[in-house]
């Protein structure tokens, strides 16, 4: 599995869908060039409660520029992003728009192998790394299925935005209960023998 992080290593497929040929740029500081292409998206892109599903569509606005040191690519990139929200854990479903630029210079000297940027393979370079950290980056930490969404009830776990909002258990709960309830939530769990729980009612062990 070709699995090219900053440093391609053993070199790229001109057919990748996010490699760019640039012999049609010259390479002649101030030549750019521009197109827009659809691209299915790659695998693993997402955080905890949201990602872009693999093989969606991603739109592609990609500007390259030839500039002293390489090549500057420019790409603003949308795509969508399915999820669940943070609050009630509905399926969530948006656009997002990132837009990213990184040098890809032309072939480094020996000793290069550890510059942290991004380099030319020949004349193809790939998109891929950077679009993946900054896709990845865009993705929201705690998505949300609307703005105001009520979430779940702390009590029941219904979803308060069916429920209504005079969905409530203020009095559902006996008081005569209540303590045993603490003691039930809060109190040790004593295996083996019943615990000692007195009735005040004394309504009946049978
Ligand atoms: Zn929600
Ligand atoms: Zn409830």
């Given at each position: 599995m070709?699995?090219?992080r900053?440093?391609?290593?053993?070199?790229?497929?001109?057919?990748?869908?996010?490699?760019?040929?640039?012999?049609?740029?010259p390479?002649?500081?101030?030549?750019a060039?521009?197109e827009?292409?659809?691209v299915?998206?790659?695998?693993?892109?997402?955080?905890?409660?949201?990602?872009?599903?693999?093989?969606?569509?991603?739109?592609?606005?990609?500007?390259?520029?030839s500039?002293?040191?390489?090549?500057?690519?420019?790409v603003?990139?949308?795509?969508?992003?399915?999820?669940?929200?943070?609050?009630?854990?509905?399926?969530?479903s948006?656009?997002?728009?990132?837009?990213?630029?990184?040098?890809?210079?032309y072939?480094?000297?020996?000793?290069?192998?550890?510059e942290?940027?991004?380099?030319?393979?020949?004349?193809?370079?790939d998109?891929?790394?950077?679009?993946?950290?900054?896709l990845?980056?865009?993705?929201?930490?705690?998505?949300l299925?609307?703005?105001?969404?009520p979430?779940?009830?702390?009590?029941?776990?219904?979803?308060l935005?069916?429920a209504?909002?005079?969905?409530?258990?203020?009095s559902?709960?006996?008081?005569r209960?209540?303590?045993?309830?603490?003691?039930?939530?809060?109190?040790?769990?004593?295996?083996?023998?019943?615990?000692?729980?007195?009735?005040?009612?004394?309504?009946?062990?049978?």
């Amino acid at each position: 599995m070709p699995n090219s992080r900053r440093t391609p290593a053993a070199g790229l497929d001109p057919r990748g869908p996010l490699v760019l040929d640039t012999r049609t740029l010259p390479r002649r500081p101030g030549s750019a060039r521009t197109e827009t292409r659809t691209v299915p998206a790659p695998a693993d892109l997402h955080t905890g409660l949201a990602g872009i599903p693999e093989g969606s569509d991603l739109r592609l606005d990609i500007t390259l520029e030839s500039v002293t040191e390489g090549v500057l690519a420019t790409v603003t990139a949308v795509a969508p992003v399915t999820g669940e929200c943070a609050r009630c854990l509905e399926p969530v479903s948006q656009m997002i728009e990132v837009r990213c630029q990184e040098l890809f210079s032309y072939e480094q000297g020996a000793g290069d192998a550890d510059e942290d940027g991004y380099a030319l393979d020949g004349d193809l370079l790939d998109l891929e790394p950077m679009l993946r950290d900054a896709l990845v980056l865009a993705l929201p930490l705690a998505p949300l299925c609307r703005q105001d969404c009520p979430g779940l009830c702390a009590e029941c776990g219904a979803l308060l935005a069916q429920a209504g909002p005079e969905h409530g258990h203020e009095s559902a709960i006996d008081p005569r209960w209540a303590g045993l309830r603490q003691r039930m939530t809060h109190g040790e769990q004593a295996p083996g023998p019943a615990p000692e729980i007195r009735e005040e009612s004394g309504r009946g062990r049978p």
